[in-house]
């Protein structure tokens, strides 16, 4: 296929620093053009790609200083955009809502994928206005406030499966936090529990010109207090090693934060994340995964080989509740889909009862399935 990717202009592509929509948007052109397609990426001039760059503005707008409104490039972008979308077989844009009213008409094929929160009540009308414009969500949680726009699809993030290293030995002794120094993304409750816990903190963030006050007033005179380091920006190749020597990756949240690139980037690292949930019912928290298998008033955690050998999972009614959910598989469906199933019909009507048919021989030591150690076998309070 002939796919032009039409990224944000605010960060190149990828971002030599801060930039999770654009870091994205790399990812899945390079994996696009390394399965064979044939890639336009509409984009900074500063990209690198193996796609066919067409250069958009000289530099990253928020690294230029030299730019003080951002509209008069995108209007340019998608000039440029128009003038050659008949070379191409689907347009997909990045940019939230700029090219709705342009190529809402056109005869190729559009895609959006909407990467920021749509929480606004603002958004409301604009989506009402353009409701046969497809959109992509990046998660469902991200949709909900918008249930009559036109989502065709949720498609979560990923990371390329070599671009992480996981350490399961964290040896710098501190709690991270990644990512950009504003009020909605926690900076000050991130050290107020560095602090309580008595842990060390490293903040690695950028600092937006909007949220330079701030930063200055309400940041910046924590940073001098113990324990608390500032680090900047960082690049893509430090942020590995930045996980990976980190006890966790500290999240602390209080907004509807779309995704959450850098939660996957610590997992993929080896990494814990401590979040907060930010107001999300139990069953839309998306990227947590739920551990179904725990044997109900045992504290036995079962493995999945568990389920493999025959264990069932029964709810506090005794239902088997994976007739709803996964009907053909039940008990050998994904880890996920088991996941998904006990948060959206399970845990939220209490907590989940789960038993097993061979739970009885299993603590008795008659089946010992693999991966699973003598002190995993313990009951509770033993």
């Known amino acids: ?87 191409f077989d689907v347009l997909h844009f990045h940019i939230d809502h700029f090219h709705f009213p342009i190529f809402r008409h056109l005869p190729i094929p559009s895609l959006t994928t909407l990467h920021g929160r749509q929480d606004h009540r603002d958004c409301l009308p604009f989506f009402a206005g353009f409701s046969d414009m497809p959109l992509i969500s990046i998660s469902d949680a991200q949709r909900a406030p918008l249930p009559h726009a036109n989502f065709v699809g949720t498609i979560h993030h990923g990371l390329p499966q070599d671009l992480h290293e996981a350490s399961y030995r964290p040896n710098g002794g501190y709690l991270a936090f990644i990512g950009r120094i504003s009020p909605e993304k926690g900076p000050v409750d991130a050290i107020r529990i560095a602090q309580s816990l008595g842990i060390p903190i490293k903040i690695a963030a950028k600092v937006d010109k909007l949220d330079e006050s701030y930063f200055r007033e309400v940041v910046q005179p924590m940073l001098s207090t113990e324990g608390v380091e500032f680090i900047g920006e960082i690049s893509e190749k430090d942020k590995g090693p930045f996980l990976r020597d980190a006890i966790a990756l500290l999240f602390p949240i209080c907004w509807p934060e779309p995704f959450g690139l850098v939660m996957i980037e610590a997992m993929a690292c080896g990494t814990p994340v401590l979040a907060y949930r930010a107001g999300a019912p139990l069953a839309d928290m998306e990227m947590v995964q739920y551990h179904p298998t725990t044997l109900a008033g045992s504290g036995f955690l079962m ?21 709803d959910y996964a009907p053909t598989k039940m008990e050998l469906a994904a880890r996920d889909v088991i996941s998904r199933a006990a948060g959206s019909g399970v845990l939220d009507e209490g907590a989940l009862a789960a038993k097993a048919q061979l739970a009885e021989e299993i603590e008795q030591g008659k ?8 002190t995993d076998r313990q009951p509770s309070g033993q």
């Open 303 to 323: 493995s999945e080989a568990a389920r493999g050998e025959g264990a069932y999972l029964l709810n506090a009614k005794g239902e088997r509740f994976l007739r």
């Open 367 to 374: 089946i010992v399935p693999p991966g699973i150690a003598d």
């Open 1 to 87: 296929m002939k796919i032009a990717q039409i990224a944000p202009l605010m960060e190149s592509v990828p971002p030599r620093l801060y930039g999770g929509t654009e870091r994205v948007v790399s990812y899945l052109t390079e994996e696009l053009v390394a399965q064979g397609h044939d890639v336009t990426l509409f984009a900074s001039g500063d990209s690198i790609t193996a796609a066919n760059l067409v250069p958009c503005c000289t530099q990253a707008l928020r690294l230029d200083t030299a730019v003080s409104d951002v509209v008069p490039y995108y209007m340019l972008m998608l000039d440029k955009v128009r003038s050659r979308a008949a070379e």
